[in-house]
């Protein structure tokens, strides 16, 4: 039904029919990478000279944001261009989807695969899926043709007998979690052998590339790692100063440029766009097998910058100019706005839609039209950026026994000044206070929550 309707309510953005085919549009989206865990962010010990290329060729982003510090939220707004809040696609109790979980997206949430489907694009879901397992919230059913992935998180389904807490994390195999790999609605591997799994994916999106190079394409490739276990191939063990961690970046920083070299060889890179970034911040409980959101505070699971500023990487040869480093905020709700205008569709109307058009500030024609970045921990909105300031109503660590705490007047920090949110000037600026609390009531207002689908559990 959310494809017929969605179909209808599309429309070519000029009268008629464009004279040139709509561009490709590829997401590659990491799970749990830290803003500082690529060279060309400045980690010191993890080399990604692929995607060090895709940066100096295209745009790389100083302040992009996942519009979610954990992975279901996450990947709900990327695909609905929706805070999560909106789709009921977060929980203050159950942060993420589970294997026992009964909820997923929606049926009447209108995805961007449905949008670029009825503009006549094949699509295809790759890697980890994670917004319901069960028929009817599988890709397939979510306006993509193909999927082939794991539907949830690689910690979950864990074996009984396997080393009990972290210990199997800290010499991870493949036989302690019994997570399916499925090509679209069938199981086809379980365990999915998690060694050879970025290569796999990496490789099924080459095949759909040469397979669909005649027709516009969509491809969202959702990586599984860094995100623990931690698993890399043979080729990639042992390669990195940065130890498994490093080994892992670097095998997806590989895929990355097998992807970007099949678009040249086959003449497609000046007709595809390709975006990369990931959901949420480093998991730092998980010490070095956990990554690094450089001088960002905290990490995935918070609200402080390092556990929702992300690396964002934009390359479309011959349309976005090459070496840009903007400091201009985006969020992954944009990609979806930005790429259904792409494709010559309308935005939906209908509802409340976060993404922002970020073509004049891809194209070199103007700025991004985003000054005011939303940061929700499940369903409450604990802190609001607007221009460089940034107000935290509720501040709590990412992980840990610790309650939040309240801010009566909210803690205030500068971002551009100290993007590490150390000095709290607060007492300085009430006048910033008093907006920035006129904003968040702004926004609540607009706000009508349905009930969570992440609380919805299966009957035993």
């Not at 865990?37 to 996942?66: K, V, W």
Request: proline share 8%; net charge positive.
């Amino acid at each position: 039904m959310a494809m017929v309707a969605f179909a209808i309510g599309l429309k070519r953005a000029d009268s008629g029919e464009p004279t040139e085919r709509p561009p490709n549009i590829v997401v590659i989206f990491a799970d749990d990478l830290g803003w500082g865990d690529l060279s060309c962010y400045g980690h010191p010990t993890i080399r990604t000279p692929n995607l060090d290329r895709m940066a100096a060729e295209g745009m790389r982003f100083t302040q992009f944001y996942s519009a979610a510090c954990v992975c279901t939220p996450s990947r709900a707004a990327l695909l609905t261009g929706r805070l999560p809040i909106r789709t009921g696609m977060c929980s203050d109790k159950r942060r993420v989807l589970f294997p026992d979980s009964g909820g997923g997206i929606p049926a009447e949430e209108l995805t961007l695969a449905e949008g670029l489907k009825a503009q006549g694009y094949a699509t295809a879901c790759i890697g980890k899926w994670h917004l319901g397992h069960l028929p009817q919230f599988l890709p397939a059913n979510n306006g993509f043709d193909t999927y082939f992935g794991i539907p949830y998180s690689n910690d979950m389904d864990r074996v009984a007998d396997s080393p009990k807490g972290r210990a199997a994390f800290w010499n991870p195999k493949v036989k302690y979690w019994n997570v399916p790999l499925m090509r679209d609605t069938r199981i086809v591997e379980r365990p999915a052998d998690q060694t050879t799994i970025t290569r796999r994916y990496t490789e099924e999106a080459i095949r759909f590339i040469r397979e669909h190079r005649s027709e516009p394409f969509f491809i969202y490739l959702a990586h599984n790692m860094p995100h623990v276990p931690l698993f890399r191939s043979k080729r990639f063990a042992d390669r990195s100063l940065r130890g498994l961690y490093g080994d892992v970046v670097e095998e997806i920083d590989w895929g990355v440029g097998q992807i970007l070299q099949t678009l040249r060889d086959l003449k497609l890179e000046r007709q595809t766009i390709v975006w990369f970034t990931s959901d949420n911040g480093p998991w730092l409980i998980f010490d070095e097998l956990g990554g690094s959101a450089g001088l960002l505070r905290d990490g995935k699971g918070s609200t402080w910058e390092g556990g929702m500023r992300e690396p964002g990487i934009v390359w479309w040869p011959g349309r976005i100019p090459a070496g840009v480093v903007t400091q201009e905020l985006a969020t992954t709700m944009d990609i979806y706005t930005t790429s259904l205008k792409l494709a010559g569709a309308e935005v939906p109307k209908d509802r409340v839609v976060d993404g922002l058009d970020l073509r004049p500030l891809l194209f070199g024609q103007g700025k991004s039209p985003r000054d005011t970045v939303y940061y929700y921990r499940g369903r409450r909105l604990m802190a609001i950026r607007h221009g460089p300031w940034k107000a935290h109503f509720i501040t709590q660590p990412a992980y840990g026994r610790a309650k939040p705490t309240y801010h009566d007047p909210p803690v205030l920090y500068h971002l551009e000044h100290d993007p590490s949110e150390k000095y709290n000037v607060a007492d300085k600026h009430p006048d910033v206070i008093a907006q920035l609390k006129r904003l968040a009531e702004k926004h609540k207002a607009t706000v009508q929550a349905p009930p969570s689908q992440l609380e919805i559990r299966l009957k035993p």
